[in-house]
């Protein structure tokens, strides 16, 4: 917790003289002379006094007055919320190598189900851009809320819509910057200052299960650009290191190449996953489902202390008037 006018929190100091002053007029109660002569009557119609319900109120009212002092300094907590006008590109592998099935039911179906999976993490308020690429890199989903949309093009995906073989992921990652571009007419948000990359208004989520063999720009260069742009890349290497025990269509299978991958990531401020199995890959989607596009913002709570005043003060005062001694 902080607080944004601290010096209110001085104001403590005179809740604990209060205290202080309290304790010691307990401890220095005139003593009064009785001169009632029959002192066990009087002894019998008095009423007790009960110390501790005594000290309960007046820790309450006590409580109380620090809250109300602790709400003049308007204190903040971290909380996390969405980004205003967050966007994810999502940008998936759809070279033939993709029909391996070393990830069952395939390489490209554990990647649909577990972009799917993301798509209902992420935040409603979120934007979510779809690219896919193979020898092209091709924007199949503008950037859009609707999620029954972003499932549609999800089920959609196919090993022959981008180009059929060959791995652009240069191409790829420049389609995708630009995508991010232009979803932002104003400008790229910038990243503030002691931010997280998954903080940042815009982040590109990359999946390959290759190497790239065809494409204009090569990985880093493509890396470059969305460095460049202030994007992080999130890359996920999708397939074992033994994919030919289970060859893709035509036998187009290979093991993907993790260190570029890495390399990209590194370079942009995102983070680099292996995926070797599907729950890998599931689990690498939802840890991103429930952080991109989210940021913790401090957020004022003083209607939650004096709220929390307002009780205190109301419980001593019920309390004072349950307990009030009265003559039998």
Sequence with gaps: ???????????????????????????????????????????????RFSARREWAVAGLVAGALGLVCVALAEPLVNRTTTVENATVVLVVDTSRSMLTAD??????????????????????????GIVTFAGDANVTTFPTHDHARLHDSIDAIDPFQSGGGGTAIGDALARSVELARW????????????????????????????????????????????????????????GTDRPNEQDGLFGFSQSPDRETLRRIAETTGGEFFSARSASALSSAYGNLGSRLGRTRKPTEVTYLVVAAAAAALAAALGLSRLWEPVLP
């Design 183 to 238: 979803s932002f007419p104003n400008g790229l948000p910038e990243r503030t200052a002691g931010s997280r990359p998954a903080e940042s208004g815009v982040a590109i989520l990359f999946l390959s299960d290759g190497r790239q063999f065809r494409g204009i720009l090569p990985p880093d260069a493509g890396a470059a650009l969305a460095a460049q742009a202030g994007i992080p890349v999130y890359t996920v290497a999708l």
């Design 103 to 128: 990830i069952a039911p395939s390489r490209l179906e554990a990647a649909k189900a577990a972009a799917r999976a993301f798509v209902d993490r992420v935040p409603e308020r979120l934007r979510v």
């Design 1 to 47: 917790m902080s607080f944004d006018r601290p010096l209110a929190l001085l104001s403590l100091a005179l809740v604990a003289a209060l205290a202080a002053g309290y304790v010691l007029a307990r401890r220095r109660r005139s003593r009064y002379t009785v001169l009632y002569p029959n002192v066990d009557l009087l002894r019998a119609v008095a009423p």
